[in-house]
Nanobody, 130 residues
Framework: QVQLAESGGGSVQTGGSLTLSCKVSGWRSTWRKYCLGWFRQAPGKEREGVGV???????AYVNSVKGRFTITQDTEKKTLSLQMTNLESDDTAMYYC??????????????????????WGQGTQVTVSS
């Protein structure tokens, strides 16, 4: 069973930086095909994808964060990270990591789509203020 736990959220001023981390328990090295992602949900809004990384290390981001956010994975430590720079007030949200191991997700089928992911963390809050 896969469990995900986010950390690193907090309050930051506009233009600042923050790095979120997601510890993935139950990550098996035998899983060759997978998709990992970051999502966020702002108050009163629907959850939206931020970006993903697949088992080949390829990443993809939504337009609103391109050039500002970077996703990395550490398969040794079994963690997923989201480095956020030049933060804006619109980035304020609860941030979630998600994983699809052994399912449909993987190279060629890995994107910021809710229904692709089976496992989700509890979220970590990011607040950006001026």
């Amino acid at each position: 069973q896969v469990q995900l736990a986010e950390s690193g959220g907090g309050s930051v001023q506009t233009g600042g930086s923050l790095t979120l981390s997601c510890k993935v328990s139950g990550w098996r090295s035998t899983w060759r095909k997978y998709c990992l992602g970051w999502f966020r949900q702002a108050p009163g809004k629907e959850r939206e994808g931020v970006g993903v990384v697949d088992s080949n290390g390829s990443t993809a981001y939504v337009n609103s964060v391109k050039g500002r956010f970077t996703i990395t994975q550490d398969t040794e430590k079994k963690t997923l990270s989201l480095q956020m720079t030049n933060l804006e007030s619109d980035d304020t949200a609860m941030y979630y990591c998600a994983a699809d191991f052994g399912g449909e997700g993987g190279p060629g089928n890995c994107g910021p789509w809710d229904d692709l992911f089976e496992d989700w963390g509890q979220g970590t809050q990011v607040t950006v203020s001026s």
